[in-house]
């Protein structure tokens, strides 16, 4: 029986308003260390670096999950508690708001004269309540009428309105938690000119919630028929993104050409695919001694900066020893005493690929996971160093590198999220009722007919305006 | 006129709208300091606005004039760019500059405020001069990322409410000088004017309560936006943190007045700390944030 008491006690402390409270407030300030500290999810760069510069403090961090804070599991301990603890709190006062919906207001009080706004009126006598009567139907009370006296009350919409909006919430945190239960998240680099196919096997990254399957991707083709990036010539910034695309759904059907743009993605359904990020891919020939073609084709190149100098790794495996590049591309080249060559501007007016060639052993059979982008040189000895022009070739020791031309690269974000309309039902209800019950006036008034006719009233949660509403309803029961 | 000569225009309004708003500064602090005047033969002091009284009307009369000349200075800075003036620090503290203005110019066709004055046209002066000095960018197009309807939606909504958060912010912190000072003893002849503390307890709690929807849409616009710009319509950004957290406080302020009863000193406290978060957001993580609502420069 213990156990059980004790079980109810904690229940009742959970879903009691106070520990709501608290629970929302501890939830806001759990978010703080988020928006401090840099996050896995949103900048692993940055998440890096503080374990190169302080290896302890990061690791300790990393314990407490710092690094992952709206992942952790105290943070997930507070809102889990708060949508129980919501739940708890509102689910009986719906039930309870419910039963009242026929109820009449609660018995008028013996004494009125320690209400708010009590007065005495002298004229009125036996027809005052008949007289009031007609003012509370006007003024849409609700009322009890008994042998003497009037209890009348007006505002029920405000309670409403109030679990409307915390029922809402419930609903945000439900949508919340099915996206990220049954929805996945993806990327993918694709250059101009190539097919996308949505199958986990063309991602870069791909992510499934925890009750989702690897066969839930909605079946498409699509091909990156063209890329366009406009930049301010003053200031380099971007002004727009075009890609336009053809896109068969499903794979194989007829396809039709659509636009995404930044701020519009294309949308299937629940799956909607964005254009996240663009970059350059140089495209790059690369022959052995005998003038054979070991290597051919665009090759996906990282942007550093807002003009976008990129870099990137071209490997040749095919070639006895391995050759491997690390290579810099500069869509507008530029050069200067100071800085060297830099790219000046984002759009390819003087391409220029920057080369140093190494041979030796790529480590790709090592069985580590390597970075496409990355050159991994511990066992390989650089021979050569060169700037391309479009066109150039440069002959090194073993071979040849032309710097053929280049390509627009696309990153498509690809994002299936089920639960994302609850969400905004939710938010959408929330206004709602937050709306309803904070502009709605709560109001009790009361009229007792003795030896003399009484009037008092009660304005809850202290809207004002109620002694302006009590003098109307004096002026009536006097006139008449 | 062409987009560079309604910048430039845009420009001169708010040099011209600095002017007026030190002229509006200087009246109301005229008002305050020369209506006190001592009693012949003794030590006491009384309120006399026989003097004044056309100071403060030469106060409220240039906050009228700063005000339809920043709107001016906001309407040609959009003008110029063919788009919304939100698309950087400078053009959200110009705006904001706006909204306050606005807010308080509202709030004393309404109520006695006209104390309010010197506190509002002080902040005016501090943002608009703090934007032309420090956030100036040059008007330009908008990043792609900018460039959807929502913009026009979530900022206006943000900026209105988080002018009206600063008037509550500036209202509650009266209400705890007010009752420092009537703690001494009665108030000094000075502060006669400024309404009563339950007034202004009232006034506070008003502003927020009107204006606490709006921010709830102005967050909730916003995820709409990122849904349709980034992909997720949550991702804990640092300034959609910040922007829950100021949620977060003031519906912890609703529920403590509503429910808990708290009025007075308490309740002006956690409005101040809750438009402190919202003032926290707008001046960190612009300036030293990182994420995904920096944009070029500010």
């Avoid at chain 1, 699509?222 to 990036?229: D, E, G, I, R, S």
């Avoid at chain 1, 501007?345 to 060639?357: A, C, K, M, R």
């Avoid at chain 1, 496409?372 to 021979?383: C, D, G, W």
Wanted: hydrophobic share 45%.
């Amino acid at each position: 029986m213990d156990f059980i008491a004790t079980m109810r006690w904690g229940w009742r402390q959970l879903t009691s308003m106070r520990t709501a409270l608290i629970l929302l407030i501890l939830l806001g300030v759990a978010a703080i260390p988020g928006s401090l500290f840099p996050q896995r999810s949103q900048n692993p760069q940055k998440v890096d670096q503080y374990f190169v510069s302080d290896p302890t403090l990061a690791h300790w961090m990393d314990r407490f999950k710092l690094f992952n804070v709206y992942a952790s599991p105290w943070f997930s301990a507070i809102y889990l508690l708060l949508f129980i603890s919501l739940i708890g709190c509102v689910l009986p006062r719906t039930i309870e708001h419910l039963k009242a919906i026929g109820k009449k207001p609660p018995l008028t009080p013996k004494n009125l004269d320690r209400m708010e706004g009590f007065r005495v009126v002298e004229q009125g006598g036996d027809v005052a309540l008949l007289h009031a009567k007609i003012w509370f139907k006007k003024n849409h009370f609700r009322i009890r009428v008994d042998e003497n006296s009037i209890s009348a009350e007006k505002g029920y919409g405000r309670e409403t309105g109030n679990l409307l909006f915390h029922l809402s919430l419930v609903l945000i945190l439900v949508g919340v938690a099915l996206g990220s239960l049954f929805g996945s998240k993806g990327e993918a680099i694709v250059n101009v000119g190539e097919r996308f196919v949505n199958t986990p096997t063309s991602y870069d990254t791909l992510s499934f919630g925890k009750f989702q399957g690897q066969g839930s991707l909605v079946p498409f083709e699509l091909k990156v028929t063209n890329f366009v990036a406009k930049y301010n010539a003053a200031t380099s910034m971007p002004e727009d993104y075009t890609l336009t695309a053809s896109v068969s759904k499903p794979i194989g059907s007829i396809s039709k050409s659509a636009i995404i743009k930044v701020n519009k993605p294309l949308t299937y359904g629940n799956t909607k695919i964005y254009l996240q990020a663009n970059g350059y891919s140089p495209v790059v020939s690369i022959r052995d001694k005998s003038g054979a073609v070991t290597f051919h084709g665009p090759v996906i190149f990282l942007p550093q900066d807002a003009n976008l100098s990129s870099i990137g790794a071209i490997k040749v495996p095919d070639m006895n020893p391995q050759i491997g590049f690390i290579a810099s591309f500069l869509p507008t080249a530029k050069s200067s005493k100071t800085r060297g060559v830099f790219s000046s501007y984002p759009e390819v007016l003087n391409p220029e690929l920057v080369i140093s060639v190494w041979q030796g052993n790529l480590g790709l059979d090592s069985g580590n996971p390597q970075s496409v982008y990355e050159l991994n040189t511990s066992h390989m000895k650089k021979i050569g160093l060169h700037a391309l022009n479009l066109g150039d070739t440069y002959n090194f020791a073993v071979g040849s590198i032309t710097f053929e031309g280049w390509k627009s690269w696309v990153n498509l974000q690809i994002v299936d999220d089920p639960g994302k309309m609850y969400a905004l039902f939710g938010a959408i209800f929330a206004i709602l009722g937050l709306l309803i019950s904070l502009f709605t006036r709560q109001r009790r008034i009361w009229v007792k007919v003795g030896s003399r006719v009484e009037i008092a009233g009660l304005a809850k949660n202290g809207i004002p305006g109620l002694s302006e509403e009590l003098d109307d309803l004096q002026r009536k029961v006097e006139q008449g | 006129m062409n987009s560079i000569q309604l910048a430039t225009f845009s420009n001169h309004a708010i040099y011209a709208a600095l002017f007026v708003f030190t002229i509006a500064f200087f009246a109301h602090a005229f008002e305050v300091a020369w209506s006190v005047k001592n009693v012949e033969g003794s030590d006491s002091t009384v309120l006399d606005f026989s003097k004044t009284e056309r100071a403060g009307r030469i106060g409220t009369a240039m906050m009228i004039l700063g005000f339809f000349i920043v709107t001016i200075a906001v309407a040609t800075r959009g003008l110029s760019a063919h788009r919304v003036p939100w698309g950087n620090m400078y053009e959200f503290s110009i705006t904001g500059a706006f909204t306050l203005c606005a807010a308080y110019l509202f709030s004393l066709s309404k109520w006695k405020l006209r104390w309010l004055g010197l506190p509002v046209s002080f902040f005016t002066l501090l943002t608009l001069g703090t934007a032309i000095t420090v956030l100036y960018r040059p008007s330009e197009q908008l990043v792609p990322a900018l460039k959807s309807p929502w913009l026009a939606v979530h900022v206006s909504a943000a900026i209105i409410s988080g002018g009206v958060f600063l008037v509550a912010n500036l209202v509650a912190a009266t209400y705890l000088w007010m009752e420092v000072i009537e703690k001494k003893g009665e108030r000094p002849v000075w502060a006669k004017k400024i309404p009563s503390l339950e007034s202004l307890d009232q006034l506070s709690y008003r502003l927020i309560a009107f204006v606490f929807p709006l921010w709830t849409f102005a967050v909730i616009a916003g995820a709409i936006w990122a849904e349709s710009a980034w992909g997720k319509y949550w991702s804990w950004d640092p300034k959609e943190t910040w922007a829950f957290i100021t949620w977060v406080a003031y519906a912890a302020y609703l529920h403590a007045r509503v429910t808990v009863g708290w009025r007075g000193r308490r309740a002006a406290w956690l409005c101040i700390f809750a438009g402190s978060t919202f003032l926290f957001n707008y001046i960190y993580v612009n300036i030293w944030g990182t994420g995904l609502h920096t944009y070029s420069g500010l």
